[in-house]
């Protein structure tokens, strides 16, 4: 069955980096698009990016942009989520989604959790 | 888009029905409109897709309907399983906004 799993969430400092990987299976991965989604603690849903499945373009929610990229390797069914300058109100569970019909956001992963402190 | 969704708290007993509302500050094209259901601990999960269209597998108990800026989540017969938030999304073009949610929660 489609199964995306999440990893590389952890305690990172203000102004730190982190790379978060998303592998995918169980679909053919190159055909579909792919966006990542975050939701601080006790809050609601925020959109974070977008890449379209052969990686040619990708959208970003204003608060990251310029500090976050998305990337995609195709051969591996790999999702990632690139960030950096991390600030506190970066703290959140980050999932990635898997687009379904109409580019309705179709299969989420189970999340994985990046904290920024100090 | 903003997407208000009301109530914010919506308390009902198992059996009864319960109708969740989500109004867009402009006209959502095409009925680009999506419900996700979130449990506590639980990745959300596609209820509603395209405003009225359930995805695989989910109960005929949960229904939407609506288009424009109103659009509406109807659960027919509560059922245990299915107190949890709900958040209503556009996916039009990004950015590509969520509800604020409406926890359905057991009277």
């Known amino acids: 069955q489609v199964q995306l799993v999440e990893s590389g969430g952890g305690v990172v400092q203000p102004g730190g980096s982190l790379r978060l990987s998303c592998s995918a299976s169980g679909f053919t991965f190159s055909n579909y698009d792919m966006h990542w989604v975050r939701q601080a603690p006790g809050k609601g849903l925020q959109w974070v990016a977008y890449?379209?499945?052969?990686?040619?373009?990708?959208d970003f929610a204003d608060s990251v942009r310029g500090r976050f990229t998305v990337s995609r390797d195709n051969s591996k069914n790999i999702l990632y989520l690139e960030m950096s300058s991390l600030r506190r109100d970066d703290t959140a569970m980050f999932y990635c989604?898997?687009?379904?019909?109409?580019?309705?956001?179709?299969?989420w992963g189970q999340g994985t959790l990046v904290t920024v402190s100090p | 888009v903003v997407l208000t969704q009301s109530p914010g708290t919506l308390s009902l007993s198992p059996g009864e029905r319960a109708t969740l509302s989500c109004r867009a500050s402009q006209t959502i094209a095409g009925s680009y409109l999506a419900w996700y259901q979130q449990k506590p601990g639980q990745a959300p999960r596609l209820l509603i897709y395209g405003a009225s269209t359930r995805a695989t597998g989910v109960t005929d108990r949960f229904s939407g309907s609506g288009s424009g800026t109103d659009f509406t989540l109807t659960i027919s017969r509560l059922e245990p399983e299915d107190f949890a938030v709900y958040y209503c999304?556009?996916?039009?073009?990004?950015?590509?906004?969520f509800g604020q949610g409406t926890k359905l929660e057991i009277k």
């Open positions: 989604v898997k687009v379904g019909g109409l580019g309705s956001f179709h299969v």
């Open positions: 999304q556009h996916y039009v073009t990004s950015p590509y906004t």
């Open positions: 890449i379209k499945f052969d990686g040619s373009k990708k």
